[in-house]
């Protein structure tokens, strides 16, 4: 399914999921298949999750990961959600073949 692509230029980071939108902060961005693939992953994510309780655990995860790590890039990337979305940001078939809430398996933390 494709989502809509949105241009928020004030957008503080280069992409969102925001179901059921894709926002991105740059014109030029709209073409960016890694960027809209890993926001597309997040839609799946949301959509699973109907999407509020994926925002709720979201921020969950976000706060248990910034008092382990106490540092904001290392809490947002070890995020259940963001590792499943960068580990297959690249792999374009993976939402096709992507099991219902394989987030699960990335529940044990980076270092």
Do not use: C
């Amino acid at each position: 399914m494709k989502y809509p692509v949105i241009v928020v230029p004030f957008l503080k980071v280069s992409g969102m999921a925001l179901f059921p939108f894709i926002l991105v902060s740059k014109e030029k961005d709209r073409n960016n298949k890694v960027l809209i693939h890993h926001e597309t992953i997040h839609m799946k994510q949301q959509a699973e999750l109907l999407v509020i309780p994926f925002y709720l655990l979201y921020l969950i995860n976000y706060l248990i990961n910034l008092a382990k790590y106490r540092e904001h890039n290392k809490a947002y990337l070890n995020i259940v959600f963001e590792r499943e979305a960068y580990a297959n940001e690249r792999n374009f078939d993976y939402t096709k073949t992507r099991g219902l809430w394989f987030w699960r398996f990335y529940l044990t933390a980076k270092s």
